[in-house]
């Protein structure tokens, strides 16, 4: 048996130049932090000669073909193994539909555990590579490339994408009191809604690549915003990243009519007038968790969970894609 996981996501900076209809004209530039939320991938031989595949559904099939699951399938095309009777099961700590990068985080956890599997080993960096061009080039997804990167490397992390699509993976270099007070005074809070991040990227894809100047100076100045975080995070100023936060928020808005919603803004103001210096929904919007910056925490605990918001603690996750069991 092999268990592999890879770390969820909370995004700092930059998020939406990371896709290939931006940076490959312009360039990008994110800024992601691992979290200890996980997502699981189990590989058990059985004896049966057949594929077990195990999610939200059961896949009971005879060949890699047959599997409806396409980043199973996929992945399994990829890097086949040898096994003809293999059982997949995957879990997550935070359900899908909700921000944190989960398809990436499987993506990579399933191709590190079929590396094991097959007893190689496949630095970071390929395995990050690998999920990008299953999700991206033989799927066609509208998504980036910092949820398979991150998943992969862990830390808090920044990413250059270069137009030939390249990545520059350089750790951020914070001081130790910066990176305890960061993880203290970031709280994340469940809307209750869940969306598909694809048809949300699907709408920036789309006018990304029709030249709509609108949106690209919209995406030029979330990557500033990106590197003014990087810049703020570095020195210390964790009020001015907050601020930054708060900007980059408000400029998403934007990018599509889906981004957030009557109830969010309600919750967003809420939290503003209650202790939080900045925030944003994580990940493409329309739900998902809202991540805020305060340091009155108890307060804006309070206001928070007397509106129905749940909160999930988090610490940063250093690790990324590990083998948390083989035998």
Request: glycine residues 10%; aromatic residues 8%; charged residues 25%.
């Amino acid at each position: 048996m092999i268990i592999t996981r890879s770390p969820l996501r909370i995004s700092l900076g930059g998020g939406g130049t990371d896709l290939p209809s931006y940076y490959r004209d312009h360039g990008g530039f994110v800024i992601s932090a691992a979290i200890d939320k996980y997502v699981y991938i189990t590989l058990h031989e059985t004896f049966e000669r057949e594929f077990v595949i195990k999610y939200s559904k059961t896949e009971l099939v005879q060949s890699v073909d047959e599997i409806k699951h396409p980043l199973i399938r996929e992945a399994l095309k990829l890097v086949p193994v040898d096994a003809p009777h293999l059982e997949v099961v995957s879990m997550s700590d935070i359900p899908a539909g909700t921000g944190l990068g989960s398809s990436g985080s499987f993506t990579v956890a399933l191709l590190r555990a079929l590396h094991t599997l097959n007893k190689d080993f496949v630095p970071p960096q390929a395995l990050a590579e690998q999920a990008c061009h299953i999700e991206i080039d033989l799927l066609g997804e509208p998504v980036g490339k910092q949820d398979q990167y991150i998943a992969s490397f862990g830390g808090i992390t920044s990413f250059h994408i270069h137009p030939g699509g390249t990545v520059d993976v350089r750790p951020l270099q914070i001081q130790p009191e910066t990176l305890f007070n960061l993880e203290d005074n970031l709280l994340l809070f469940f809307t209750g809604f869940t969306r598909s991040a694809s048809a949300i990227l699907a709408e920036q894809d789309t006018r990304t690549r029709s030249g709509d100047m609108g949106m690209i100076d919209h995406l030029h100045h979330i990557k500033r915003f990106g590197y003014e975080s990087k810049e703020a995070l570095e020195s210390g100023d964790l009020r001015r990243f907050a601020a930054i936060m708060h900007e980059h928020w408000e400029l998403k808005k934007y990018r599509s009519k889906s981004m957030s919603n009557a109830s969010i803004d309600e919750y967003y103001q809420l939290a503003r007038a209650h202790g939080a210096l900045g925030g944003k929904l994580i990940g493409a919007g329309g739900g998902g968790f809202l991540m805020l910056y305060s340091e009155d925490k108890t307060r804006l605990r309070h206001v928070l969970r007397e509106a129905g918001l749940r909160e999930v603690r988090v610490h940063f996750d250093f690790e990324g894609t590990a083998v948390v069991t083989r035998s």
